[in-house]
């Protein structure tokens, strides 16, 4: 894939993970910061007698050998024809209104005609595995990846299945389409680039917006524990990680042995000439494609090059026996492998120690960039990374999303438990844990305003308000 063409992909992948998700107008609203308010009627729920009747993802002894990946494919194949665009338009718009505004018929009719397509959906999510073979190790940003437009389209459907289910009280059916939902966007993540990633956040996201809806539902059976039994962390970035991390070795291998092999005159010229080229090609920096534009980076890098390279344990003598364009490319390579580790460091720990020492290191990321461009001496290579610091905030934004329910799902208990009586603070929910705001490692502030129990995040300094959830519950008479 064009670097260019992948870089759009991933900001349109923030921006998919974030699409779809705006409040349903009947029982939301937002205050003059932003910050999403959903007014919610519960119906009190106790703990299931069997307390792990329910679950968001199969079973154990529900999986079956085999790749989800092949059955995913063929789910997206066997989507019905027609106007695609009108169809995707109808359904954004029913996902922001409320369950009881859908026009019920005209959505049944649609959820039919995917019937071929959910068949072998429901195949994909109980296979052990989902391997999609993407060769991202031997072709780079030349990699075909999978459709995933297709499946954040996919799970919109599902999200309006879910709906549909518990608008017409069949609960049991709800919670089988959401395990489909919630296994689909694991498994769309399944995927060593950063992008699977971000549009399995957006999957899980629409499917979190479906369990706050079903918890409003008369009579819905409480989700505690099947909200506490999902994956942590739901996405694991790691593997995705690891691929930015190392995608420019990826896509030129030539720099592997950068640092060990002596090349000739031509043979570092030819090199530079080449990535130069390439560079180019895929849309990094503004650089000018003739050979003259690779010999005039190299000189006015190699001052600063055989420096950098003396400073950090070479010999001046050894680096005047090395090739000027090797030198260049070295210093390039070794420059850009400590900026970029200074970020990708932060990515092994949890957000929450992570976030003030990614801040700084992409801080400073951003100042170098523009501080060496202004002296036209730009490192290219550090074009390749993407603004990684807002990927790993959206998947534990998800994780604060998921915990948010989850204490819901425990007022839902206590009031099951005391007459219909909302708690007067968390601390009096003792039946079950109730989880801290994985962003900041505090308890979710509650407290009860006229009646109602009111529990929502703190905002940080660094917070912005449309990122955080308020929530206002009221018992169901």
């Known amino acids: 894939m064009n670097r260019k063409y992948f870089c759009f992909f991933v900001i349109i992948a923030v921006m998919v993970s974030l699409a779809g998700i705006r409040p349903v107008p009947s029982n939301t609203s937002k205050d003059k910061e932003s910050i999403r308010v959903i007014e919610m009627t519960i119906t009190p729920a106790g703990e299931p007698t069997e307390a792990l009747k329910y679950k968001l993802m199969p079973s154990f002894i529900d999986q ?24 995707r338009d109808k359904i954004n718009d029913w996902l922001k209104i409320s369950v009881d505004e859908l026009p019920r018929q005209e959505s049944k009719n649609i959820i ?16 052990e595995q989902c391997d999609w073979q993407t060769p991202v190790r031997t072709e780079g940003f030349s990699a075909l990846i999978p459709p995933l437009s297709e499946f954040r389209h996919l799970g919109k459907v599902l999200a309006l299945q879910v709906r549909l289910q518990i608008a017409d009280g069949k609960y049991n059916e709800a919670i089988h389409t959401l395990q489909n939902g919630f296994t689909m966007a694991r498994h769309v993540a399944e995927n060593p680039i950063l992008i699977g990633d971000l549009v399995g956040i957006g999957i899980a996201t629409l499917m979190y917006r479906e369990v706050e809806q079903f918890i409003q539902a008369p009579d819905s059976p409480n989700l505690y524990w099947a909200l506490s039994a999902l994956p942590r962390p739901f996405i694991d970035m790691r593997r995705a990680m690891e691929c930015e991390r190392d995608i420019i070795l990826m896509e030129f291998p030539e720099l592997r042995d950068l640092e060990t092999k002596k090349l000739t005159q031509q043979q570092a010229s030819t090199l530079a000439n080449d990535m130069f080229s390439r560079l180019s090609e895929l849309g990094v920096g503004d650089m000018p494609n003739e050979q003259l534009g690779a010999a005039a980076w190299v000189m006015l890098q190699y001052h600063n090059a055989r420096a950098y390279l003396i400073e950090h344990g070479r010999s001046p003598d050894q680096v005047e026996a090395l090739p000027v364009a090797q030198v260049v490319l070295l210093y390039q390579l070794k420059e850009f492998i400590h900026i970029r580790d200074q970020i990708f460091k932060w990515f092994n720990v949890p957000y929450l120690q992570a976030k003030d020492g990614l801040k700084k290191a992409e801080d400073y990321f951003n100042q170098y960039v523009s501080k060496t461009r202004k002296k036209m001496t730009p490192n290219y290579f550090l074009d390749f990374l993407p603004a990684l610091g807002r990927a790993y905030y959206l998947m534990a934004r998800l994780e604060r999303n998921i915990d948010i329910l989850r204490c819901i799902e425990a007022v839902r208990m206590y009031a099951a438990d005391h007459n219909g009586q909302l708690p007067g603070s968390l601390d009096d929910i003792t039946k079950v844990p109730v989880p801290p705001d994985p962003l900041t490692g505090k308890m979710f502030s509650y407290k009860i305003v006229d009646g109602k129990a009111v529990i929502e995040s703190i905002l940080t300094p660094d917070d912005d308000p449309k990122d955080s959830s308020r929530y206002e519950l009221t018992v169901r008479k």
């Open 64 to 87: 079956t050998p085999g790749n989800a990946a092949i059955f995913y494919l063929m789910a997206i194949e066997r989507q019905p024809h027609g106007d695609r665009k009108e169809l």
């Open 112 to 127: 039919n005609s995917f019937s071929l397509a959910f068949r072998q959906l429901d195949r994909a999510v109980l296979c």
